[in-house]
């Protein structure tokens, strides 16, 4: 096959898949660069998008990844579940600072409809570079300290109707991130 020929092939099956994308669900509006009090930062071209506010004397920085895993979700009563049954996870990083310079890092899943602490820790302050002790895993600390914590994380915003909006943001980011990708590889294989 001839170069021109291989390009002009590609070409078209990439503006074929840019095509299905665009129609292949129905449009939807994007959601809003604001939640709550978060504002959002949805870094086009990134695998990553910030949210930001301000809660009292804190600074609170969410870093929050596209889809990066799944499972199967569950049954149905009765159900049959289906190979495409599956429950997204998004990875949340979530930095509370005070005035020292120290922040509270904790690590979160967030599910359709559930935000998961999976770990907490402090930094000593925001350039540290050495690994500081994570603690143990949240599931091993105290029920009522678990309780805690994720009141702490509630009045912060942090919560389930977080989880739905981030869901709901990487969907659409996931699609237009994806598209944005077809159309810089047939650009660059339209290219002359």
Not at 53 to 79: C, H, L, W, Y
Not at 83 to 92: G, R
Request: glycine content about 6%; aromatic content about 8%.
């Amino acid at each position: 096959m001839r170069k021109e020929a291989f390009e002009g092939h590609i070409s078209r099956l990439l503006r074929s898949e840019i095509q299905y994308e665009l129609q292949s669900s129905p449009s939807s509006n994007p959601p809003t660069n604001k939640f709550g009090s978060f504002l959002v930062d949805g870094r086009p071209g990134d695998r990553w998008i910030t949210l930001k506010r301000q809660f009292a004397d804190e600074n609170i920085k969410v870093e929050v990844t596209m889809f990066d895993g799944a499972v199967p979700a569950p049954k149905a009563s009765g159900g049959v579940a289906n190979a495409d049954d599956v429950q997204l996870h998004i990875t949340l990083i979530v930095n509370i600072s005070k005035g020292d310079g120290s922040v509270l890092e904790i690590m979160c899943s967030a599910w359709p409809d559930a935000i998961v602490i999976k770990r907490l820790f402090i930094r000593a302050n925001k350039k540290m570079t050495a690994e500081p002790y994570a603690g143990p895993d949240f599931e091993e600390l105290d029920d009522a300290l678990q309780e805690s914590l994720y009141d702490f994380l509630e009045a912060r915003g942090i919560n389930d109707d977080l989880a739905k909006y981030l869901h709901q943001y990487m969907k659409h980011k996931d699609k237009t991130e994806l598209i944005g990708w077809m159309e810089k590889v047939k650009s660059f294989i339209e290219r002359k």
